[in-house]
């Protein structure tokens, strides 16, 4: 399964744009790039996928290199309610997660 | 709510007795995940179905752990002998029939074995 790399952690202030990166270089041409948030005691949440171009809706925003070797997640205006694990993963028929991204949020 | 439910939310049990889970997965999903998680670390991927059919099944599957989805529907882990190591946190999750569908994950089940 193809690998993907995130710092561990992040931060932002509230009501600012946050972008998370994530590396995935060995990336095939059928991988789509998802990613997932995880709430403290909760399961991860779906943020958002998408396979070759940038992708939009309610909760985030996709940005996807040319190459397709990595990509940005990106939170228009971060709350406090944002901050969770945040994770990048490749898909084929099942999801593997790494460590994510452990985004704070300050108000 | 239809979402994935998972019972028990809690679950203690002594350190050799069996335990077992429930899943039931949003109605129209064909697919089920199981997945394990420990403190600090990412789900682990366990096991999937598609309907009733166990697809495929991770090498951290010991013969201790078996799941079943008999009609397709909700699904069963169990756990027999239990070790200290198997606590963690089961997640269970469900999907459309498509590869690119997005998961929809439960609560989990926390298991603590004493």
């Known amino acids: 399964d193809a690998k993907t790399t995130q710092p561990n952690s992040m931060e932002s202030n509230e009501e600012e744009p946050v972008h998370l990166p994530c590396n995935h270089s060995t990336i095939s041409g059928t991988d789509y790039i998802h990613w997932y948030r995880q709430l403290p005691s909760q399961g991860p949440e779906y943020v958002i996928h998408?396979?070759?171009s940038n992708v939009n809706n309610r909760m985030a925003s996709l940005a996807i290199a040319e190459d397709r070797k990595s990509s940005t997640l990106i939170l228009h205006r971060a709350t406090l309610r944002d901050a969770a694990v945040y994770y990048c993963i490749l898909n084929t028929d099942k999801l593997i997660f790494g460590t994510g991204t452990r985004l704070q949020v300050f108000p | 709510d239809t979402g994935v439910s998972q019972n028990p939310r809690h679950k203690i049990t002594k350190r050799g007795q069996n335990v077992t889970f429930r899943c039931d997965p949003i109605s129209e999903h064909n697919r089920l995940y199981w997945y394990r998680q420990t403190l600090g670390q990412g789900p682990e991927f366990l096991t999937y179905?598609?309907?009733?059919?166990?697809?495929?099944k991770s090498r951290l599957l010991s013969d201790r752990f078996s799941a079943e989805r008999p009609k397709g529907s909700f699904s069963t882990l169990e756990i027999q002998r239990t070790e200290q190591g198997d606590s963690a946190m089961y997640l269970c999750?469900?999907?459309?029939?498509?590869?690119?569908?997005?998961?929809?994950f439960g609560n989990g089940t926390r298991l603590t074995v004493t």
């Open positions: 998408g396979l070759t």
């Open positions: 179905f598609q309907n009733e059919a166990q697809l495929e």
């Open positions: 999750a469900s999907s459309l029939d498509a590869d690119s569908s997005p998961l929809h």
